[in-house]
């Protein structure tokens, strides 16, 4: 395949296309490949250049135009208090007697410790001065939130159908900080419930709290539907999940 008088740096060339050899050794531009290949491999480059850009476009930088981020306000660190609490996750996240669930903590599960001041962190100091003195409940940004039309029971799956945080939250509960919340800003809805990754807007999806669209809803009262787990095919059956 080569000649002998062959340098190095044309050994590449050469495996590559043969019948360029003369062309590319008068350029003496070595790795021009496409552009030794003529006018259609130009167009070809142009092509795959423009639609790699779209896709990009549409597939990355759309997508991130399309949410908003928010700190929340102040940070919390849900491995460290797991530390001091006696009840686990049920310290702070309860079902009232009624069977409502206390969803996001408010200062009356935080006062018992930080009366006084626990620690020396500037999180801490801004949590008290600025909210548990003042009365102030902290205005948590909620990452799961559903639309107002949707009714969902945590005592449903929680206490009747025995499911664990993690089914829907993923390793929340096993967190360092609070990672910023992200708004989509035509809809309105949390990033969580259309999924954090392009495979997980799409179908692919390999943990259940990956996305929370109605279809996930949906998905699982059907395969759970011997359990007592209504779907939305049946008659009224909008009703259950929508108020
Ligand atoms: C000392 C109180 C405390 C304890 C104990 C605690 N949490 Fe939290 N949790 C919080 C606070 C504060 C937030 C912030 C509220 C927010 O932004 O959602 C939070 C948020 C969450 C959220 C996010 C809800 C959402 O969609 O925004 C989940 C899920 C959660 N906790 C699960 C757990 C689990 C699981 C455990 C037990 C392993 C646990 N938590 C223990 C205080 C606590
Ligand atoms: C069982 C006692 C206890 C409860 C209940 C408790 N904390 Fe704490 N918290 C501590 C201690 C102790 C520290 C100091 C930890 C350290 O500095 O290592 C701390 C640290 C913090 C910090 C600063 C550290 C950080 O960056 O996360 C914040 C903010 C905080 N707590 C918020 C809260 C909020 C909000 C609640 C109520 C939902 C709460 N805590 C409930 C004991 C508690
Ligand atoms: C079947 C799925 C599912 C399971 C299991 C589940 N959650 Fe949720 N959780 C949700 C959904 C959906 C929302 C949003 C509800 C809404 O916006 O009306 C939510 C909301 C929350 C919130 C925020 C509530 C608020 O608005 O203040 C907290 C905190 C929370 N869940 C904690 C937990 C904990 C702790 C557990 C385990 C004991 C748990 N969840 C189990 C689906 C689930
Ligand atoms: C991973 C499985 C799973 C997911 C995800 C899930 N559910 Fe459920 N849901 C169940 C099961 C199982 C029951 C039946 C509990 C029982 O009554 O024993 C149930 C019950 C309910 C009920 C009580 C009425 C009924 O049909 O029995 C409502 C309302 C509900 N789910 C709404 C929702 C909404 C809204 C979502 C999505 C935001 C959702 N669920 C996501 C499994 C799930
Ligand atoms: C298993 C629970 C469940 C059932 C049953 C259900 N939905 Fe939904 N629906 C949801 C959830 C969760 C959302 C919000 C997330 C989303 O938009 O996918 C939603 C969103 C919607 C929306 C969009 C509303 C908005 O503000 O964006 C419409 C419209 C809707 N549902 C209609 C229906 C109709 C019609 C039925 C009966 C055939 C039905 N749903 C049954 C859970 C359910």
Redesign the pocket.
């Known amino acids: 395949m080569s000649t002998p008088d062959d340098k190095p740096k044309d050994v590449f060339e050469d495996s590559a296309d043969n019948a360029d050899q003369a062309q590319s050794k008068d350029n003496d531009s070595s790795g021009d490949i496409v552009i030794s290949n003529g006018s259609n491999g130009l167009v070809f480059l142009f092509f795959i250049i423009g639609f790699v850009s779209s896709l990009i476009i549409g597939w990355i930088v759309f997508p991130t135009l399309l949410y908003s981020k928010k700190k929340?306000p102040i940070d919390?660190n849900?491995v460290r208090?797991?530390e001091?609490?006696d009840?686990?996750?049920?310290?702070?996240?309860f079902f009232h007697e009624d069977g409502s669930f206390s969803?996001?903590?408010g200062l009356a599960?935080?006062v018992q410790?930080h009366n006084e001041v626990q620690g020396d962190t500037d999180h801490e100091k801004d949590f008290i001065e600025n909210y548990l003195y003042k009365g102030r409940e902290?205005p948590?940004?909620?990452?799961?939130?559903q639309p107002d039309c949707v009714f969902f029971s945590h005592a449903a799956h929680v206490k009747m159908a025995q499911m664990?945080?993690?089914t829907?939250?993923?390793n929340?509960?096993?967190t360092k900080n609070?990672r910023d919340?992200e708004e989509n800003i035509i809809t309105g809805y949390?990033r969580?419930i259309w999924g954090r990754s392009i495979a997980n807007m799409l179908t692919l999806k390999k943990n259940t709290y990956e996305r929370m669209k109605m279809d996930d809803c949906a998905k699982c009262h059907e395969a759970e539907k011997g359990k007592g787990a209504s779907i939305q095919t049946e008659k009224e059956g909008c009703f259950v999940c929508h108020k």
């Open positions: 929340q919390f849900h208090h797991l001091l609490v009840n686990e996750c049920e310290s702070c996240h969803g996001a903590p599960q935080c410790c902290v948590w940004n909620i990452y799961s939130k664990t945080c993690e829907c939250h993923g929340m509960g096993n609070l919340y949390s969580d």
